[in-house]
Every structure is written in structure tokens, then in C-alpha cells.
């Protein structure tokens, strides 16, 4: 059985001094973080992970990537007991908080790093815009 370190597949949305901070304070804890540029978003996120069966997917130099405007990251091999580890520095401040994150699975290791996006980006919208609404019920149902 092949044990593999975990990784972080992240992209910085121009922010190269988040990658750095990210890079320099997820070292310490051993895990790898692999940039992710323009280029690769339409790769399935298998294959940015390194997995087998996963080939490179052959893109023309003159296509447009896709627009990626959040930071992203993905987790890659991580164990419960590390994923734990990474959720409580960040909640502690010790690595910086990315919204869009995800744990590498069997089913959008298929996607493109694009796709992946664009699903945690309206998972993630959903999930605000559905607690602004309750915070709004709550402010009405108290001023009954």
C-alpha cells in the first residue's frame, strides 16, 4: 500500500504572497502545497493531485482558460486526524482561512479544477445567502 504525504492543490487568484504564507505555514506540518496557474484549470483535479489513470488533457496554447475569481483549495491525501489538524490551525490563525476548499473524492477527482470551482462557488454562495435570509428572519421575528 502506497502512504502518500498530503498535498494541497491551491490557487492564489494573483495573490502570490497568500501562496507564500500558505506554503511557508502548511510546511511545518507536512503537507505540500502545489500552485495551481490559469493553464492547468481545465486538468481534472486528478490529475493535478497526481493520480493514476488521470492523464494530462491536451489543451491548444491559443484557448482561453476559464476565470477563476476566488482562491481555491483542495485537499489531497489528508487523513481525518490531519484534516483536523489543518481546520484548527486555520480556525486559530496559524494558516490562513481560504473560503472555497475541498477534500480530494472519488467523484470530482474527475472534474476540472474549473468545474470544481464553480461548484464551491455557488456552494458556498448558497450557503450565505441562505444564512443572511435566516438572520434577516430572525431580526423580523424579534421586532414582533
Known amino acids: ?16 504572497e497568500r501562496r507564500r504564507l500558505l ?21 481534472t483535479v486528478g490529475h493535478l493531485a497526481k493520480l493514476k489513470g488521470f492523464p494530462a488533457k491536451p489543451q491548444s496554447p491559443l484557448e482561453v482558460p476559464p476565470s477563476i475569481t476566488e482562491e481555491v483549495m483542495v485537499m489531497c491525501n489528508f487523513s481525518e486526524k490531519k484534516l483536523d ?13 481560504i473560503a472555497l476548499k475541498a477534500v480530494l473524492t472519488a467523484q470530482n477527482s474527475f472534474w476540472t479544477f474549473a468545474q470544481l470551482f464553480e461548484e464551491l462557488y455557488e456552494e458556498h454562495r448558497n450557503f450565505y445567502s441562505k444564512e443572511e435570509s435566516d438572520d434577516s428572519q430572525d431580526a423580523l421575528d424579534d421586532q414582533e
Open 1 to 16: 500500500m502506497i502512504i502518500r504525504k498530503p498535498m494541497i492543490l491551491y490557487y492564489d487568484n494573483g495573490q502570490p
Open 23 to 43: 506554503e511557508k505555514s502548511v510546511s511545518h506540518m507536512g503537507i505540500t502545497c502545489v500552485s495551481v496557474t490559469p493553464a492547468l484549470f481545465k486538468q
Open 85 to 97: 489538524e489543518l481546520l484548527t490551525a486555520m480556525k486559530q490563525g496559524l494558516v490562513p482561512r
